[in-house]
């Protein structure tokens, strides 16, 4: 006997995805117009000018991305199910993934509490703003690592799954790699202020971010429909 419920929460938890992608990108662009980000080139008395002029669209980003946080957990749970299924008793990519995507929520959360902290007090110390905005940027784009090991994870998996009906279709695998390969210039964050490398530049902003919403996109329809095909699977046995 199918369970209907079951099968209904996890679709839930697939568009939930698409929920975190949509809630940044609003939060973002016509709250706290972060797109692109304030540039890191700007001086210290610019930085205090513009969380003291904006504080209430970028108080409401950072409530909105601590909000997006939650929204990411049942994405990530979802297609941690569905990678344990396929690498069966020892599931290593498969926590790979999870911690990857815990990690990337956390991330989301603290930048958006460090946001809070700076419109909190009206006359804070320009200087304190100004390292406060630099590591609110370097802990969402600098920190790289899990959505590079959580994407490999994926796609390695994905490419594994010799299953008839597999997770993911071929191209999406290489294109969860091609994603994790397209995260790493932003180890460059550090030593640019201004161009492409910088957190405001195409490559390490405006390209990952692009990508990283066409993939909740493109994910949407292959995890539904393996969800629906194994509660069909398990009906039949």
């Known amino acids: 006997m199918k369970n209907d419920n079951n099968v209904a929460i996890q679709v839930l938890c697939v568009w939930s995805g698409l929920a975190y992608a949509l809630i940044l990108w609003v939060a973002m662009i016509p709250l706290a117009n972060f797109f692109p980000p304030p540039s890191p080139n700007m001086s210290v008395t610019e930085t205090a000018l513009l969380f003291k002029d904006h504080a209430d669209g970028i108080r409401a980003n950072g409530v909105l991305w601590m909000i997006a946080a939650g929204f990411y957990v049942p994405f990530i749970c979802v297609i941690f199910i569905q990678m344990k299924r396929i690498e069966g008793r020892f599931p290593v990519l498969s926590y790979v993934q ?124 292959p995890l539904i429909a393996v969800i629906r095909r194994t509660d069909e699977e398990a009906d039949a046995v």
């Open 98 to 221: 999870l911690i990857g995507g815990v990690m990337t929520m956390v991330v989301t959360a603290l930048g958006g509490v460090i946001w809070c902290v700076l419109t909190y007090r009206e006359y804070a110390n320009p200087e304190i703003v100004m390292v406060l905005n630099d590591m609110s940027w370097f802990i969402l784009f600098f920190n790289i690592s899990p959505a590079v090991f959580q994407n490999l994870s994926i796609g390695i998996i994905g490419l594994r799954d010799t299953r008839k009906h597999p997770m993911l279709p071929k191209w999406l695998c290489w294109f969860n790699i091609w994603l994790a390969f397209a995260f790493l210039p932003d180890i460059m964050i550090p030593y640019f202020k201004r161009g492409p490398f910088a957190w405001d530049g195409f490559i390490a902003f405006t390209l990952p971010m692009g990508l990283f919403f066409v993939w909740f996109i493109v994910m949407i329809r």
